[in-house]
């Protein structure tokens, strides 16, 4: 078995669970808190507020370049990692494979991302409006309407690049990868069970 697989093959469930890079710059967004069975109004007056802070914070025209140093900060933490948790050197050949498969991945989060963007900046607004008061949002407006306010913001994702952070992060993606193979292994093991066990679906 080549030595990446089993990292390459966590290094893409944890790809995904992070949300193809889903903007860690949003992370100035409230937090989350358990779903409601349907989302409540928004109160109009707030809502409105909130789209001005929303497009101040994320400019739309800069959007897409949040995006991509998210994922570009990502992909290279995730590339360390799955090179460091494989189970020995891994030759140039591999290596090559691995960066064939990343340049993909990042090309199909770029295109995902621009797709989502303008459904996920809106439903962020009205995140906002559920969770700050009118005053509230008044003065998250006036914060990110400054120089600095919206620098903090929109510099928010770049964090990720700063080498004590992705010092920790891919420490931690080596683990997560190192604690995720056996569950992922069980789970592709069940998956097999399953379906060998499963009768054959009858045909009309």
Not at 23 to 44: C, E, G, K
Not at 101 to 127: G, H, M, Q, W
């Amino acid at each position: 078995m080549n030595r990446l697989s089993r990292p390459l093959g966590l290094l893409l469930v944890l790809f995904l669970a992070a949300g193809a890079a889903a903007p860690a710059f949003a992370q100035t967004a409230p937090a989350p808190a358990p779903a409601p069975t349907a989302a409540s109004p928004v109160d109009p007056e707030r809502l409105a507020i909130a789209e001005e802070v929303v497009a101040l914070a994320f400019p739309v025209e800069r959007r897409r370049e949040m995006f991509a140093r998210v994922t570009d900060s990502l992909l290279a933490q995730f590339r360390a990692a799955a090179l460091e948790t494989a189970p020995g050197p891994v030759d140039a050949g591999a290596q090559a494979i691995l960066d064939r498969y990343l340049v993909r991945v990042r090309a199909e989060a770029d295109r995902l991302n621009t797709i989502v963007s303008p459904e996920l900046f809106a439903a962020f607004a009205r995140a906002y409006a559920r969770a700050f008061t009118r005053d509230e949002l008044v003065q998250i407006r006036a914060f990110v309407a400054t120089p600095a306010g919206a620098k903090y913001v929109q510099r928010s994702g770049t964090l990720l690049s700063d080498p004590d952070v992705a010092r920790v992060n891919t420490a931690h993606i080596q683990r997560a990868m190192e604690t995720m193979a056996p569950v992922k292994d069980e789970f592709l093991r069940d998956l097999a069970d399953y379906f060998r066990k499963r009768p054959a679906p009858r045909r009309s």
